[in-house]
Nanobody, 121 residues
Framework: QVQLVESGGGLVQPGGSLRLSCTGS????????MGWYRQAPGKERELVARIRSTGYTNPADFLDSVKGRFTISRDKNMVFLQMNSLKPEDTAVYYC??????????????WGQGTQVTVSS
């Protein structure tokens, strides 16, 4: 059974920084991507950033509005989201996501429980 445990959310002033962490445990194939989605009240969940396991030509993707402010990194089955220059519009529940690729079959998707990020003065 795969589990994702997140930490690092909280309240921060505009312009501040936060670092989110997510640790995956269980049976996790080496072919995967790990990343972060977010969902603000009344809005759909959106991809913030993801990073693929080694060997992929394009290792990372970012939401346009966070490029240059957020960075993503990973260490085996841990993924980190460093968020700098935070804006009020970054306020949302952030969810860790793991996608395990399977040959000729749909991928397996797993989610963390979510962590609240609030950017406010």
């Amino acid at each position: 059974q795969v589990q994702l445990v997140e930490s690092g959310g909280g309240l921060v002033q505009p312009g501040g920084s936060l670092r989110l962490s997510c640790t995956g445990s269980g049976s996790i194939s080496s072919l995967n991507s790990m990343g972060w989605y977010r969902q603000a009240p009344g809005k759909e969940r959106e991809l913030v950033a993801r990073i693929r396991s080694t060997g992929y030509t394009n290792p990372a993707d970012f939401l346009d509005s966070v490029k240059g402010r957020f960075t993503i990194s990973r260490d085996k089955n841990m993924v980190f989201l460093q968020m700098n220059s935070l804006k009020p519009e970054d306020t949302a529940v952030y969810y860790c996501h793991l996608q395990i690729y399977r040959t000729n079959m749909p991928s397996n998707d797993y989610w963390g429980q979510g962590t609240q990020v609030t950017v406010s003065s």
